[in-house]
């Protein structure tokens, strides 16, 4: 028996290191096309450096100033009202409470050069100019505040509820439980969206060039494009990727931090303070301004260009919309099938390199997409590479942690004993991942998909650098009109945008309703 036992388990085990072996080749092969072209630009900029050809071109500090500035603008506002909602729709209770928590995420529906171009357009018609770094650190700052909003509510609802019970018990206000006991608690949560807010400000193209204000993506593409200046461009986004690297790292040591402060806290419900008369209308009114703001303006543009509507009804508008729905398609399988591949490998191998290697491979969404757009044309360049095929590179690389990152998150939560019960009767990987993985995988992969489908409709600096010629989306003719004072004739491209920006906003609402039922409404 003994002999015969060893002769059925071999060959099994066998087959299942070489699916394995298979599966980690793949992984690797997906980890160096996303590594690939940032490699590509550190070794430019390493060249440039030891020939003495590094720069920042003509207007490189103008544009570092800009950017740095435009961050910390926008980082203070932002934090300030993603706090103060995250605080007052977690532990305060007034009437319209839970529709006002769901409408928080309304201004990730508005893209903000969409958001800067109808201010614009608006000013004009009442004679207000709407330019400069002030109007761009609120626009940034209304159209980035949920990240902020989504972590410390998150942290407002869970961490110090026997503090905040005891301040409750000595007839401690809501304010001044927030300022001592809530606040210190959830700054590393507030810390960490803070740091996904400066990563959009880096990314940003459209709305600063349409206020006027220098920023390193602008200043990437003008060196490249319009000046001829590739060392400059080079320069400017090793500045770039060096922000965003600060950005990043202090983004994952804060949400350590965040983890370790909820450890040990009692369980059971949040306290709550119950607002009535002016409290409870201050604290509507503060909810309802941020998301009024960014979804009204546009709205009210639309009606007031309504006469348009007909006029925009033009064959190209489905050519337009045809093109960017067939990138958004593409880019989400492509996405979707490699953040799958990376995931499972990471699960079946307890190899430290691999699970560095995949977590780096996800790295692609902190990366602004002019930079990311100079490193393909850098790689892409001297291959003569297709432009539709850097642009769905770019697009699989900068998204692919959109899609990864919920599906780890769900992976997690699968107790490694299904895995153990189904290799043990002699299944390989395909099938686990067919019969055991993916039946549990499909919610997170459904609403990782739909993210990266709105959000390569919406992305404008990479289709913008790497789109062939004569080859426009719905993202970059809004850009192009209202670079042009002729933002009118955008009026469906951005309805569409719009629209489906609202339907990526609604996939995060399940994740609200989680964290609603957890405290008391």
């Not at 503090?163 to 439980?177: I, K």
């Not at 206020?211 to 320069?235: E, H, N, R």
């Not at 960017?324 to 953040?339: F, V």
Request: hydrophobic share 50%; net charge positive; charged share 15%.
């Amino acid at each position: 028996m003994p002999g015969i036992f060893c002769k059925a388990t071999r060959p099994r085990s066998f087959n299942l290191l070489s699916g394995r072996f298979l599966l980690v080749t793949g992984a690797l092969l997906i980890a160096l096309l996303a590594l690939l072209p940032i490699a590509g630009l550190l070794r430019e900029g390493l060249f440039g450096l030891t020939h003495g050809n590094a720069s920042l071109g003509s207007d490189g500090l103008a544009q570092v100033r800009g950017t740095v500035t435009l961050l910390l603008g926008t980082a203070g506002l932002g934090g300030l009202v993603g706090t103060a909602n995250g605080w007052l729709l977690a532990n305060c209770r007034f009437p319209g409470r839970r529709g006002l928590r769901i409408a928080q995420l309304v201004p990730l529906a508005t893209p903000s050069y969409l958001l800067a171009g109808t201010l614009v357009d608006l000013g004009s018609l009442h004679g207000i100019r709407i330019h400069g770094m002030g109007w761009g650190i609120a626009v940034m700052a209304l159209t980035t505040y949920p990240y902020v909003f989504l972590l410390s509510t998150e942290s407002f609802s869970i961490s110090g509820r026997r503090q905040l019970e005891a301040c409750r018990s000595l007839g401690v206000g809501p304010w001044s439980s927030f300022r001592r006991i809530a606040l210190p608690m959830a700054l590393p949560a507030i810390g960490a969206g803070i740091a996904l807010m400066g990563m959009e400000v880096a990314n940003e193209l459209g709305a600063v060039q349409l206020l006027g204000i220098p920023s390193l993506s602008a200043g990437i593409l003008q060196a490249w494009q319009m000046d001829g200046d590739a060392t400059g461009a080079v320069g400017l986004a090793l500045i770039t990727l060096c922000i965003v690297l600060m950005l990043l790292v202090g983004e994952r040591w804060l949400r350590r931090r965040s983890r370790r402060w909820s450890e040990g806290v009692a369980g059971g419900e949040s306290p709550a303070w119950t607002l009535h008369g002016g409290r409870a209308f201050v604290a509507q009114a503060l909810s309802v301004f941020p998301p009024l703001i960014s979804l009204g303006v546009p709205l009210t543009w639309a009606g007031i260009n309504a006469d348009q509507l007909t006029n925009g009804l033009e064959p190209e508008l489905i050519l337009l919309t045809l093109r960017s729905l067939a990138l958004a398609l593409a880019a989400t399988l492509l996405a979707g099938c490699a953040a799958l591949l990376l995931s499972i490998a990471k699960r079946w191998s307890r190899s430290h390199w691999l699970r560095t290697v995949t977590f780096l491979a996800g790295m692609g969404y902190a990366i602004p997409g002019a930079v990311l757009a100079l490193s393909l044309l850098l790689l892409g360049g001297p291959w003569q590479l297709s432009p539709i095929l850097l642009l769905l590179w770019g697009y699989s690389d900068r998204f692919l942690a959109v899609n990864k990152g919920g599906i780890d998150a769900a992976l997690e939560r699968l107790s490694p004993s299904l895995d153990e019960a189904a290799t043990g009767l002699g299944l390989r990987w395909p099938a686990v991942l067919k019969r055991v993985h993916f039946p549990l995988l499909r919610g997170p992969i459904v609403v990782g998909g739909l993210l990266v489908f709105v959000d390569t409709v919406k992305e404008l600096p990479l289709t913008f650098a790497l789109r062939p010629f004569d080859f426009d989306t719905l993202a970059v003719r809004v850009y192009q009109y209202a670079g042009d004072e002729r933002l009118a004739a955008a009026l469906w491209p951005a309805l569409m945008i719009l629209a489906l920006g609202l339907l990526a906003a609604s996939a995060l609402i399940p994740r609200l309703d989680r964290d609603a039922q957890a405290s008391p409404s």
